[in-house]
């Protein structure tokens, strides 16, 4: 059985839909798999459990030592790499098992120390064994190739041979050792023979890169958390792959550092076949890591006529917006159609929008603080009716130090914020907060 893990920067948590349960007692069963999510966390990797320590292997697993899993409670877990890249503490429940004790115990799992040894030691080994044959290789070249120059091989002329075929050979025409030559060879193989110098798993990822392009689209891409740095500017490519809707290496989590800040991918396509007038636009949704400034609401604490009528809605977003087209570049800036409500008498009107607020939907699924978007009678009847699957992913990058707006009305003179822990708040409308905007490339 495996219980897996995640590992982001040096916080460590419980992997997302693994359910697992744990009993007491048993040993040389239970695996743990740990999952990089960041780029900070490179081989050998070294886990704990309880305070006994095991290395990862090469697919980040390891054996927990049946000495933590001894008895019932809870079982402490966190990880360290290099000199020194530490990790937080989380844990799992280990619960009572049926099993009655009968047997002498076991010796106790082998320490950091001793895996580390065996691994050097292995490897060395096997790094002898392939210079030994390599130079064995290499001996018998060279006197293969001194015989056939002092013309040991030579022989006398043969008779002319029959014409030849127009060059087309099936697999039927070889010969059985032909036939089985061929046989048993991978894909990978031939393509090392080829020349290729990659791992299998780059071999993998090439082929899944340019020969699966059914896998290229917004709703696969939709489906997994990568966080990989795209560089300092989009690259013609990549307006490519987002225009075309493919999104080829485009992937949840990355993000480009544009003058000091990092602009994430927060979701691909998610406003198609929205607005008063549906879109067909392929686009990506983007949402920067820190706030842009600092900015009220309303010059007063009233929430009346709901975010549609405050100050900020009327004004306090343009400096944002033009920090956004200097760093992208206007044109790809995608102006899309959004619902808005105006809080005095329940109505909704649609409008233009090139950068907004988050809601508290799009950043935890659903409305905590802000029961509606608009602030009036009726529900919410924004677009933004999913949680942005940045977030859905790796909920850490919801809090990020600072509090900052989110456009839903929470009361007669407050709106909804994330506070800087993450959590859902809310602020008075007159009060300044961060500016954390959402918007589109495309």
Same mark, same amino acid.
């Given at each position: 059985m495996n219980i897996a893990f995640d590992l982001f920067h040096q916080m460590i948590s419980r992997s997302r839909g693994d359910t697992s349960l744990v009993a007491a007692g048993s040993r040389n069963y239970l695996t743990a798999e740990f999952h990089l999510l960041t780029e900070d966390w490179t081989a050998p990797i070294t886990a704990i459990f309880n305070g006994y320590a095991v290395v990862l292997d090469e697919h980040n697993q390891c054996l927990v030592p049946w000495e933590a899993l001894a008895n019932p409670g809870q079982v402490a877990v966190s990880a360290f790499c290099g000199d020194l890249h530490t990790?937080? *503490?989380? %844990?799992?429940?280990? /619960?009572?098992?049926? /099993?009655? @004790?009968?047997e002498t115990p076991q010796a106790p799992s082998p320490s950091v120390y001793l895996q580390l040894t065996g691994m050097v030691h292995t490897a060395t080994e096997t790094a002898d064994a392939a210079n030994t044959?390599?130079?064995?290789? @290499? =001996?018998?070249? @060279?006197?293969?190739? @001194?015989?056939?120059? *002092?013309?040991a091989f030579d022989g006398a002329p043969g008779p002319q !041979?029959?014409?030849g075929q127009d060059g087309t050979v099936s697999f039927s025409d070889l010969s059985e050792e032909q036939q089985e030559s061929l046989r048993g060879k991978s894909a990978f193989a031939y393509a090392q023979e080829g020349g290729f110098s990659g791992t299998e798993a780059e071999f993998a990822a090439r082929l899944a890169a340019e020969y699966l392009p059914a896998w290229h689209n917004a709703g696969s891409h939709n489906g997994g958390y990568r966080g990989k740095c795209l560089g300092t500017g989009v690259t013609r490519a990549q307006w490519a792959a987002v225009q075309d809707g493919t999104f080829r290496d485009l992937y949840i989590g990355d993000y480009w550092t544009i003058g000091g800040v990092n602009y994430r991918i927060a979701a691909f396509d998610y406003y198609m076949g929205t607005g008063d007038v549906a879109s067909e636009t392929h686009h990506v949704v983007i949402v920067p890591d820190t706030c842009l400034y600092a900015y009220e609401m309303n010059d007063t604490d009233t929430t009346q006529n709901g975010y549609g009528g405050t100050k900020l809605y009327a004004g306090g977003l343009s400096s944002a917006i033009s920090a956004i087209q200097s760093a992208f570049g206007s044109s790809h800036v995608w102006s899309h159609r959004l619902c808005l409500g105006d809080g005095a008498d329940g109505t909704a009107a649609w409008c233009d929008s090139l950068a907004e607020l988050l809601t508290e939907r799009m950043v935890y699924g659903s409305g905590i603080m802000g029961a509606y978007s608009g602030g009036g009678s009726i529900p919410a009847q924004c677009v933004e009716k999913t949680q942005l699957p940045l977030f859905a992913y790796n909920p850490a990058h919801i809090g990020i130090g600072e509090t900052y707006?989110?456009?839903?009305? $929470? %009361? !007669? *003179?407050?709106? $909804?914020?994330? =506070?800087q822990t993450g959590a859902a708040f809310r602020e008075s409308a007159g009060s300044e907060q961060g500016i954390r905007p959402v918007f589109c490339l495309a």
């Open positions: 990790a937080t *503490s989380t %844990s799992f429940p280990v /619960y009572p098992t049926g /099993y009655v @004790q009968g044959a390599a130079e064995n290789a @290499q =001996s018998i070249a @060279q006197q293969i190739l @001194q015989a056939a120059e *002092s013309g !041979g029959p014409k707006w989110l456009r839903d009305v $929470a %009361s !007669g *003179s407050d709106f $909804a914020v994330v =506070s």
